[in-house]
């Protein structure tokens, strides 16, 4: 079986970011791998242990991305691929879907997994993306996958409570928290994957058709603004003053 896990680099949540006119400041940014594409890496390689194969790790981005690459290898899988774009636009679901289905299918994968979304965008697009681009089932939110040849049945977190499904490979899935509980990469592995190879792939090998989207302006959104106390001696003189209040001020009734 051949496993292709999704790992994107993201910016440490605990990182300081300034906003440059059209994208973040790098400049001390702490890098890591979106977290639950980590969920995603631990189950392809959990399959890989189950059932034989091999687990292609696959980032998008530029020099950097190679980073998260070697943390994958560290983990566990066996071949990490780099699609190398220099002016990668992190919004730009459409064209990393577009690159990224393009190489799953000529690596002809039984199964594609990503996280639930990355921490940066949160757009929870590119593995549905893909999915649709080589017309194959899409498990999302994944909290237990068992495999049986071709047949799949997943258990997947719904509102309210979770569902089961059934559906077969070749299929995308993306990985929610409580799928398992990634491993940690040990000494022996850190050190091996700074020497692994990481085959690197341009757009123009995959047959893309270029991003469309640009990014005008970036900035932060406006400081909140200070809450308001109400006075009032009773429930109807809090609920006058508060429809006074949405009516003249926020002017939203």
């Known amino acids: 079986m051949k496993i292709v896990v999704l ?6 949540t605990e990182t300081n970011i300034k906003v440059g006119e059209k994208s973040i400041n790098e400049a001390g940014v702490k890098w890591i791998i979106s977290p639950y594409d980590e ?30 690459l070697r943390t994958a290898y560290a983990m566990g899988v066996d071949r990490a691929i780099h699609v190398k774009v220099d002016d990668y636009v992190t919004f730009d679901s459409t064209y990393t879907s577009e690159l990224l289905a393009n190489l799953i299918k000529a690596e002809n994968a039984d199964v594609v997994i990503g996280g639930r979304q990355s921490i940066d965008t949160d757009s929870s697009q590119v593995v549905v993306q893909i999915a649709e681009r080589l017309n194959v089932p899409h498990v999302a939110m994944a909290l237990k996958l068992e495999f049986d040849g071709k047949k799949v049945t997943a258990t997947r977190e719904i509102e309210g409570g979770t569902e089961v499904v059934e559906t077969s490979a070749p299929l995308a899935v993306t990985a929610q928290k409580g799928l398992n509980e990634p491993r940690y990469p040990s000494l022996k592995g850190i050190m091996s994957a700074k020497k692994k190879p990481v085959d690197v792939k341009k757009p123009e090998e995959l047959g893309a058709t270029g991003s469309k989207l640009e990014v005008v302006s970036l900035e932060p959104p406006p400081p909140r603004i200070a809450g308001r106390k109400l006075e009032a001696a009773d429930a109807q003189g809090f609920a006058s003053q508060l429809v006074k209040a949405l009516r003249e001020e926020a002017k939203v009734i």
Do not use: H
Request: proline share 6%.
């Open 7 to 12: 790992v994107k680099q993201v910016p440490d």
């Open 39 to 68: 969920f995603a890496i631990e189950e392809g390689i959990r399959i890989r242990e189950k059932s034989g194969g091999e687990v292609i790790a696959v980032s998008l981005g530029p020099d950097r991305a190679v980073e998260a």
